[in-house]
């Protein structure tokens, strides 16, 4: 028998959710930067979510986010950086040692 009136559950979100503009994601990266700025090593210190509660703290569409929503977005952009940062060294390496000879 076929039941004609079943809906499935849909799943709830428990967490806090931010739909993602660029302008967003600048103001976002802004503020992380003004606040790594004079010692990058700073970032995600002490915790991680002391961190993002200072970011919280500077920026009202942030308040009422969990910190983990912003350390999710945070990933992506700091592997590109450090991949961007080897880049970089290497290129300056073979440019130096090109130099050189």
Do not use: C, H
């Not at 977005?73 to 040692?97: C, D, H």
């Amino acid at each position: 028998m076929k039941n004609d009136d079943y809906q499935p559950l849909l799943r709830r979100r428990r967490n806090s959710y931010l739909k993602w503009t660029e302008s967003k994601v600048l103001e976002f990266l802004e503020i992380v930067l003004d606040l790594v700025k004079d010692v990058p090593e700073s970032l995600e210190k002490p915790t991680a979510q002391k961190f993002y509660a200072k970011v919280m703290e500077r920026l009202y569409t942030f308040k009422d986010l969990n910190y983990v929503v912003l350390k999710n977005k945070m990933r992506p952009f700091r592997t590109q950086y450090i991949s961007a940062v080897q880049w970089r060294s290497n290129i300056e390496v073979g440019l130096l040692a090109e130099e050189y000879q």
